[in-house]
């Protein structure tokens, strides 16, 4: 069964820039698009970034300007370049896959915290 693998996530300073990177690994899957939510501390999943396999994207509000989502949905490969990160965007960002039947599949999970 195909797995996503995400990996980039860690300790920043606001002002700060990471990019988390989620790939699979095993298994058969096609996407028909690729992207990235988060779940801050005591709060619910939302929607960051979607690339689709057409590259269509589309971002959160609270992201615009400051995230880019990119990648090759046709790989299983999705990137979230952060740049001028806030303590707000502290969270565990989850890289998600929906195929074209509207299968789920998501990552384990990554922490990032935006912190001085």
């Known amino acids: 069964q195909m797995q996503l693998v995400e990996s980039g996530g860690g300790l920043v300073q606001p002002g700060g820039s990471l990019t988390l990177s989620c790939a699979t690994r095993?298994?058969?899957?096609?996407?028909?698009?690729m992207g990235w939510y988060r779940q801050p501390p005591g709060k619910e999943r939302e929607l960051v970034a979607t690339l689709t396999a057409g590259d269509s994207t589309n971002y959160a509000d609270s992201v615009k300007g400051r995230f880019t989502i990119s990648g090759d949905v046709s790989r299983n490969t999705v990137d979230l370049q952060m740049n001028n990160l806030k303590p707000e965007d502290t969270a565990v960002y989850y890289c998600?896959?929906?195929?074209?039947?509207?299968?789920?599949?998501w990552g384990q999970g990554t922490l990032v915290n935006v912190s001085s």
């Open positions: 998600n896959a929906e195929s074209y039947s509207g299968l789920h599949l």
């Open positions: 095993g298994g058969t899957f096609r996407p028909y698009a």
